[in-house]
């Protein structure tokens, strides 16, 4: 099979260059910035990240300079380009003009790299520093204003860098590109897809299982049910799913998993019912990292009481994906800045009983509905808008309470209600209420009221790292609005989030 290597030197878009070069069709796999070179060996192509540093700091994460002697094509993109640069015997120096955002890319040479493209092309850049001298041998191919090396290339080696994101969607060929470099370079087959992926991690869950038993927290999402799925193909009654129910949850979990799990797929699904249980660790707790933590902490507490009574359980299973790891901790401790932990991830006890089983951790989330599609799961749940794993209590800001929670439950249901009959819940990534710590005054048949405000927040997204709030109708708004206010006891106010990610999170904690 044809694969990628990328070297990550802390950029927030190494996952998404993985992620293009898999839409792709090419298996991508991301490794610490220090992989020694003989690492590479097996590779068809490496690319090198971006990343906060410059290369003439002290402390600057450099490679192993001999991963250009592999032979291999070599891809620098943006930080990735300065360290080949200086690593081959050129200059990088500060810029005297930052370049951040869309500008003209001139391409002098198209063979090879851009091959097919037009003269000029819309880019991303997002640097202060620029390459002053090229390498020996190299040349340039594309420039910019402000960049006379835009895009460079080895004359006789597969050596090629960019000061560009092709990666991003703001470089609309950027995609163009990186199949170029994949395919006509690299040489890469087009062999990765689900139904391959299926296969081989159906072959590693028995590899790693054995004929032991496995525990898998379905929680009703996307991404617990796809692993609970996979899980099923590869080691079917050995699985144990135990759905609990925190108290944090939707309307109607219960009876929505056991319909789906338990009579359409013939699952072992046990419901335990926790939510006193989690209610209590979550009493008069309003850091949300700390909420996250308390979560994860009773989540496994309630595992093992539950996981000791089925013989022979040695794993725990978690549909942990990309995003989750790469927002929690830095892959291969690179230099990533860390936005907040998940509570299967960074929430986690460091001492566990049970091993971990994270089918899905090298995945994104379009790709684990692929997955669920060709493990045929049912549509609705495919395609049911992420939740997040803590439930509520981060859509409940300030102190949990079984009274807030009730409000924001209704609220959320008549928000998930409206967008499905307006044919909007499938066209955005996810939209859902949230409870704010704010009482305001209003005026509520002819008296004055006191009461929460519920701000409704509705993203687009294509992998949830970045999101732009989407242009919802206003007369799907009125309807919102109008219906929370008059049906949910305690609120007399709606608000509409016109946030985007970054500078914002999706969810408010």
Not at 325 to 346: L, Q
Not at 383 to 393: D, H, I, K, T
Not at 414 to 420: P, Y
Not at 473 to 488: D, G, K, M
């Amino acid at each position: 099979m044809s694969s990628i290597a990328i070297l990550d030197f802390g950029s927030q878009y190494t996952q998404v260059i993985a992620r293009r070069v898999r839409e792709i069709g090419v298996y991508s796999e991301i490794l610490p910035f220090s992989t020694p070179s003989q690492r590479m060996a097996s590779y068809d192509g490496i690319i090198l990240s971006g990343g906060p540093a410059s290369v003439f700091s002290p402390h600057a994460p450099l490679p192993d300079k001999n991963l250009f002697a592999l032979g291999k094509p070599v891809l620098g993109i943006c930080y990735g380009l300065q360290v080949m640069t200086h690593l081959l015997g050129g200059k990088v120096a500060r810029s005297n003009k930052r370049e951040y955002g869309r500008s003209i890319l001139h391409i002098q040479i198209h063979e090879k790299l851009f091959a097919k493209l037009p003269d000029t092309i819309e880019i991303w850049n997002s640097h202060g520093d620029k390459v002053t001298h090229l390498p020996p041998g190299f040349r340039a191919l594309a420039w910019t204003e402000n960049s006379p090396h835009a895009a460079i290339a080895h004359e006789s080696l597969p050596l090629y860098g960019l000061q560009f994101h092709p990666e991003v969607s703001h470089t609309p060929k950027g995609k163009n590109l990186l199949a170029n470099f994949l395919l006509s370079i690299c040489l890469c087959r087009k062999t990765w897809g689900m139904k391959s992926f299926a296969s081989r991690a159906v072959e590693k869950i028995r590899a790693q299982v054995g004929k032991d038993n496995v525990v898998l927290g379905l929680s009703g999402g996307v991404d617990s049910s796809v692993a609970a799925a996979l899980l099923h193909r590869a080691i079917g009654h050995q699985l144990t799913c135990l759905f609990v129910d925190n108290g944090l949850l939707r309307a109607n979990e219960s009876r929505i998993l056991r319909d789906i799990f338990t009579k359409n797929l013939k699952m072992r699904v046990q419901i335990i019912n926790a939510a006193d249980q989690f209610l209590h660790a979550l009493r008069g707790v309003t850091d949300p990292e700390r909420k996250r933590k308390i979560i994860g902490r009773t989540f496994i507490q309630v595992f093992d009481e539950a996981a000791a009574k089925i013989p022979k359980v040695k794993f725990l299973a978690q549909g942990t994906l990309y995003p989750d790891v790469i927002e929690s901790v830095p892959i291969g401790d690179n230099p990533a800045a860390v936005i907040k932990s998940h509570h299967n991830v960074g929430g986690l006890p460091k001492k566990m009983k049970l091993r971990l089983v994270e089918p899905l951790r090298q995945l994104f989330k379009d790709e684990v509905r692929k997955l669920g599609e060709e493990l045929g799961l049912p549509k609705e749940m495919v395609w049911r808008q992420p939740f997040p794993g803590p439930g509520l209590a981060v859509r409940c800001l300030g102190p949990v309470t079984a009274e807030k929670l009730t409000i924001l439950r209704a609220a959320d249901s008549i928000v998930v209600e409206e967008m499905k009959k307006t044919d909007w819940y499938y066209k955005t990534w996810q939209t859902f209420a949230v409870l704010l710590p704010v009482r305001s005054v209003g005026v509520m048949g002819d008296e004055r009221s006191y009461e929460y405000t519920i701000a409704i927040r509705s993203v687009q997204s294509l992998d949830g790292m970045t999101a732009d709030w989407t242009r919802l109708p206003h007369e799907v708004l009125a309807t919102l609005s109008n219906r929370i206010i008059n049906e949910v006891a305690g609120v007399n106010r709606v608000v509409f989030d016109i946030t985007s990610k970054p500078p914002g999170t999706i969810e408010w904690e």
